[in-house]
C-alpha cells in the first residue's frame, strides 16, 4: 500500500514554498503520495494520512496556543514530524536561555515579560522582537540615543499583546560574514546557505508574513559545524526530544565581535530548509529528505 503523507503549510501558501515541487518530486520518486495539507483548514482528516510533514506554517505567530493545540491533536491520530512536544518547546525563543544555561554560545539576550519596563540601551544598536515569532515579523533594529523613542513604543505594543520581548545587541559582523544556516536532514548535516543582512535601522517591523531574503549557498567552517552539532547534541538533555528524533533542523548562527559562531536561532518547527539552494538545485538535499521521511514512515 502506497503510503500517504501530508506536507503542512499555511493558508497563505497552499502550494508550498519554493522547496515544495523537488520535495515532492523526490517523494514521488521514492512510491510516496504526498501533497500540501493547510494546517488551519477544519476539513482536513489527518488521520487519512501515514504521516504529516510540518513545513511553512509560517502564520502561527499570532496563534501559537492553535497551533500547538494542531500539533498535538494530530499527533494523537497519527505521526507528526517534528514531534508535537518540540513544536511546543520551539514555538517560543525563550529555549534559547536553556542553551545558554547550558553552556552554548547564544547570543546575549534581555527578557522582559509584560509588566516590564523596557529602557534601551545606552550605547550600540540593538534588537527588539517578540520570543514568538516567525519570518522576522515585529522584528526591528534601533541605533541608542537615536531611535530609542521608538524601541520604546515597539517593545511597549508587544508587551501590550501579552507576548515576552528579546532584546539582542546587532552583531555587525553580520553585514559582511552574512548569517550562517547550517540545515540538518534526519539529525544529520545536509548542506548550509548564507543569509544577507535584513534590517536596517529603524526600518520598521516586517508587516508580511515574513521578510525576503538574499540566498547564497555557502561552505560552513568547522567552528560553525561544531557549534551546531553541539546544539544538537544539547538536546538530548533540554528539549522533549534529541536530534536523532528531529525529521528536520535548521541551526542559525552569526560570528560575533570575535569572528565565534553564535546561536541566533535553533528552528524545528517550520524553517525553511533552503532545498534548491544546496548546489544541486535541491536534486540532492531533496533526496535526502525523501529518504528521512521514508524511514520516518517505517
Do not use: C
Amino acid at each position: 500500500m502506497t503510503a500517504k503523507v501530508a506536507i503542512a503549510t499555511a493558508a497563505e501558501f497552499p502550494d508550498l514554498d519554493d522547496d515544495g515541487p523537488v520535495l515532492l518530486a523526490a517523494l514521488a520518486g521514492s512510491g510516496i503520495e504526498a501533497g500540501p495539507a493547510v494546517w488551519s483548514d477544519p476539513g482536513v482528516d489527518w488521520a487519512t494520512y501515514d504521516l504529516v510533514v510540518v513545513r511553512s506554517t509560517w502564520d502561527y505567530a499570532p496563534r501559537r496556543d492553535e497551533f500547538v493545540g494542531w500539533a498535538h491533536r494530530v499527533a494523537a491520530v497519527t505521526r507528526l514530524a517534528n514531534p508535537a512536544d518540540v513544536i511546543e518547546w520551539n514555538t517560543d525563543k525563550v529555549y534559547l536561555r536553556a542553551l545558554e544555561d547550558a553552556g552554548l554560545p547564544v547570543v546575549a539576550t534581555d527578557w522582559l515579560v509584560p509588566g516590564d519596563t523596557f529602557v534601551p540601551p545606552v550605547q550600540g544598536e540593538y534588537v527588539v522582537k517578540p520570543s514568538v515569532s516567525a519570518g522576522s515579523k515585529d522584528t526591528d533594529r534601533f541605533r541608542a540615543g537615536e531611535h530609542d523613542e521608538l524601541a520604546v513604543a515597539h517593545a511597549a505594543a508587544i508587551l501590550a499583546s501579552g507576548r515576552t520581548v528579546m532584546v539582542q545587541p546587532y552583531l555587525h559582523e553580520v553585514d559582511t560574514a552574512g548569517e550562517t544556516a547550517l540545515l540538518y536532514i534526519g539529525g544529520e548535516f545536509s548542506h548550509a546557505i548564507r543569509k544577507g543582512p535584513m534590517l536596517t535601522p529603524a526600518g520598521g517591523p516586517v508587516e508580511d508574513l515574513y521578510k525576503a531574503e538574499v540566498i547564497d549557498q555557502r561552505t560552513p567552517s568547522p567552528a560553525e559545524l561544531e557549534v551546531g552539532g553541539r546544539v544538537l547534541d544539547a538536546l538530548a538533555d533540554l528539549a522533549p526530544a534529541g536530534r536523532a528524533d528531529l525529521l528536520y533542523a535548521r541551526v542559525d548562527v552569526v560570528p560575533d565581535h570575535d569572528g565565534d559562531p553564535t546561536l541566533i536561532e535553533l528552528e524545528l518547527t517550520e524553517p525553511s530548509m533552503f532545498l534548491t539552494d544546496d548546489g544541486t538545485g535541491g536534486a540532492r538535499s531533496a533526496e535526502r529528505f525523501a529518504a528521512a521521511i521514508e524511514a520516518a514512515l517505517r
